[in-house]
Protein backbone atom coordinates (compact mmCIF):
# COMPACT_ATOMS: atom_id res chain seq x y z
CA UNK A 1 0.00 0.00 0.00
CA UNK A 2 1.33 3.64 -0.64
CA UNK A 3 1.02 5.98 1.37
CA UNK A 4 -1.77 7.85 -0.14
CA UNK A 5 -4.23 5.30 0.13
CA UNK A 6 -3.06 4.41 4.31
CA UNK A 7 -3.92 7.97 4.45
CA UNK A 8 -7.23 7.96 2.86
CA UNK A 9 -8.41 4.95 4.51
CA UNK A 10 -7.47 6.54 7.81
CA UNK A 11 -9.38 9.47 6.71
CA UNK A 12 -12.27 7.65 5.98
CA UNK A 13 -12.21 5.79 9.34
CA UNK A 14 -12.10 8.81 11.37
CA UNK A 15 -15.14 10.23 9.20
CA UNK A 16 -17.07 7.44 9.62
CA UNK A 17 -16.50 7.18 13.35
CA UNK A 18 -17.38 11.24 13.58
CA UNK A 19 -20.72 10.71 12.56
CA UNK A 20 -21.76 7.62 14.26
CA UNK A 21 -24.06 8.45 16.90
CA UNK A 22 -23.05 8.36 20.08
CA UNK A 23 -23.83 4.78 21.87
CA UNK A 24 -27.08 5.56 24.48
CA UNK A 25 -27.57 4.22 27.77
CA UNK A 26 -29.88 2.60 29.73
CA UNK A 27 -32.88 4.93 31.13
CA UNK A 28 -35.58 3.83 33.30
CA UNK A 29 -38.64 6.08 33.44
CA UNK A 30 -41.91 3.84 35.72
CA UNK A 31 -42.40 0.97 34.07
CA UNK A 32 -40.75 2.14 30.44
CA UNK A 33 -37.54 0.84 30.14
CA UNK A 34 -34.99 2.55 27.10
CA UNK A 35 -32.42 0.35 26.26
CA UNK A 36 -30.03 1.59 23.21
CA UNK A 37 -33.10 4.06 21.84
CA UNK A 38 -31.18 7.47 21.53
CA UNK A 39 -33.04 10.92 21.96
CA UNK A 40 -35.29 12.11 20.07
CA UNK A 41 -34.11 15.76 18.16
CA UNK A 42 -36.59 18.94 18.35
CA UNK A 43 -37.17 17.97 14.78
CA UNK A 44 -38.27 14.27 15.00
CA UNK A 45 -40.74 15.90 17.53
CA UNK A 46 -41.89 18.36 15.39
CA UNK A 47 -42.99 15.69 12.85
CA UNK A 48 -44.42 13.32 15.23
CA UNK A 49 -46.76 15.69 16.16
CA UNK A 50 -48.40 15.87 12.32
CA UNK A 51 -49.08 11.98 12.87
CA UNK A 52 -50.20 12.19 16.34
CA UNK A 53 -53.20 15.16 15.15
CA UNK A 54 -56.21 13.24 13.91
CA UNK A 55 -59.89 13.60 13.75
CA UNK A 56 -62.23 10.18 13.56
CA UNK A 57 -65.21 9.85 12.33
CA UNK A 58 -67.98 7.41 13.83
CA UNK A 59 -70.86 5.66 12.45
CA UNK A 60 -74.12 6.34 12.79
CA UNK A 61 -77.00 5.54 10.19
CA UNK A 62 -78.01 5.24 6.61
CA UNK A 63 -80.42 7.59 5.59
CA UNK A 64 -82.94 6.64 2.78
CA UNK A 65 -81.14 7.98 -0.11
CA UNK A 66 -77.78 6.24 0.69
CA UNK A 67 -75.87 8.81 2.48
CA UNK A 68 -74.11 8.72 5.53
CA UNK A 69 -74.57 9.90 9.37
CA UNK A 70 -71.22 10.10 10.96
CA UNK A 71 -70.00 12.20 14.21
CA UNK A 72 -67.17 14.07 13.91
CA UNK A 73 -65.19 15.81 17.48
CA UNK A 74 -64.47 19.48 16.73
CA UNK A 75 -63.31 21.13 19.97
CA UNK A 76 -63.78 18.20 22.00
CA UNK A 77 -67.29 17.85 20.93
CA UNK A 78 -69.27 15.12 18.59
CA UNK A 79 -71.05 17.04 16.01
CA UNK A 80 -73.10 14.99 13.45
CA UNK A 81 -72.11 14.91 9.99
CA UNK A 82 -73.73 13.49 6.73
CA UNK A 83 -71.52 12.52 3.37
CA UNK A 84 -73.74 12.09 0.11
CA UNK A 85 -71.39 9.86 -1.59
CA UNK A 86 -68.30 7.73 -1.05
CA UNK A 87 -65.26 9.99 -0.59
CA UNK A 88 -67.41 12.58 -0.55
CA UNK A 89 -67.29 16.02 1.96
CA UNK A 90 -68.61 16.07 5.28
CA UNK A 91 -71.85 18.40 5.70
CA UNK A 92 -71.99 19.55 9.41
CA UNK A 93 -75.55 19.11 10.44
CA UNK A 94 -75.06 20.17 14.28
CA UNK A 95 -73.39 22.70 15.98
CA UNK A 96 -74.04 22.03 19.36
CA UNK A 97 -72.14 22.69 22.61
CA UNK A 98 -73.46 19.35 24.08
CA UNK A 99 -71.87 16.49 22.52
CA UNK A 100 -73.71 13.70 19.93
CA UNK A 101 -74.23 10.26 21.26
CA UNK A 102 -76.54 8.99 18.97
CA UNK A 103 -78.86 9.44 15.93
CA UNK A 104 -80.99 7.74 13.23
CA UNK A 105 -82.32 8.78 10.33
CA UNK A 106 -85.86 9.21 9.97
CA UNK A 107 -86.32 11.21 6.04
CA UNK A 108 -88.85 9.84 3.96
CA UNK A 109 -88.98 9.35 0.63
CA UNK A 110 -90.45 12.44 -0.78
CA UNK A 111 -88.07 14.23 1.00
CA UNK A 112 -85.01 12.98 -0.33
CA UNK A 113 -83.55 16.20 -1.66
CA UNK A 114 -84.04 17.93 1.51
CA UNK A 115 -82.08 18.23 4.52
CA UNK A 116 -82.75 14.78 6.86
CA UNK A 117 -84.94 15.50 9.15
CA UNK A 118 -82.45 13.53 12.17
CA UNK A 119 -83.12 12.53 15.79
CA UNK A 120 -80.50 13.33 18.05
CA UNK A 121 -79.68 11.83 21.59
CA UNK A 122 -77.74 13.65 24.13
Excluded: K
Excluded at 11 to 29: I, N, S, W, Y
Excluded at 42 to 63: H, N
Excluded at 74 to 83: D, E, K, T
Amino acid sequence: MTRLSIAALAALLCAGAAQAPAPTGRVEAGSLIYDGIPAASATDAIQLGRWLESRSASFLDWQADGSLIITTRFANVAQLHRVRAALGMREQLTWSAEPITASWATTPEWEWNSLPSVSVSR
